[in-house]
């Protein structure tokens, strides 16, 4: 599985998980690696986010 295909299945799988908070434990998540000073782990967490608010903006309707 490549980073980007790893980063949309975080992003699905939080938003089945935790629905309109699927943004907010992402941000907790990245806060904790930042704060750690994990910079990958950071990184990957923000892409995240950013996925999760893309998926959110213009959702797929394929059922």
């Known amino acids: 599985?490549?980073?980007?295909?790893?980063?949309?299945?975080?992003?699905?799988?939080?938003?089945?998980?935790?629905?309109?908070?699927a943004e907010a434990v992402a941000m907790l998540r990245a806060a904790e690696h930042a704060a750690d000073l994990n910079k990958d782990e950071w990184i990957k967490w923000e892409k995240v986010i950013n996925q999760i608010h893309v998926m959110n903006e213009s959702p797929n309707l394929d059922g």
Do not use: H, P, R, W
């Open 1 to 21: 599985m490549n980073d980007q295909d790893l980063i949309k299945s975080l992003a699905n799988t939080l938003i089945s998980q935790y629905g309109d908070d």
